[in-house]
């Protein structure tokens, strides 16, 4: 690594820049039509320090509202990107704990 990129990655953001760059980050994951696994997002809500209680809720909740018409049929760029709203969330909140934990310095 540089000396440029070493610089470059001990860059510190307020708190609220970190958050807006990691919803954008999301935004652009999820408009490239990028889909996870069930798995994947598990491990991933794991990794964020989200229970599997919560997850499991959610994703329940997720499956209550998804019309099953809509998960036969070849999805439209809006209706994809409708069903990777939950891998959206995950990712931003993975991202969120990884930039806290980066921020925050150890004892």
Do not use: C, H, K
Not at 30 to 43: H, T
Not at 49 to 72: H, K, N
């Amino acid at each position: 690594m540089t000396e440029r990129n070493q610089a470059r990655d001990a860059e510190r953001l307020p708190e609220a820049a970190a958050r807006r760059l990691l919803e954008r980050a999301s935004e652009l994951e999820a408009a490239r039509g990028a889909e996870l696994s069930v798995a994947q997002l598990r491990e991933a809500a794991r990794e964020a320090g989200i229970t599997p209680g919560a997850f499991e809720q959610a994703l329940a909740e997720y499956r209550e509202t998804a019309s099953p018409s809509i998960a036969a049929a070849t999805p439209a760029p809006r209706r994809r990107l409708a069903r990777l709203w939950p891998a959206a969330l995950v990712l931003a909140a993975v991202l969120s704990v990884l930039v806290i934990r980066m921020l925050v310095p150890v004892p």
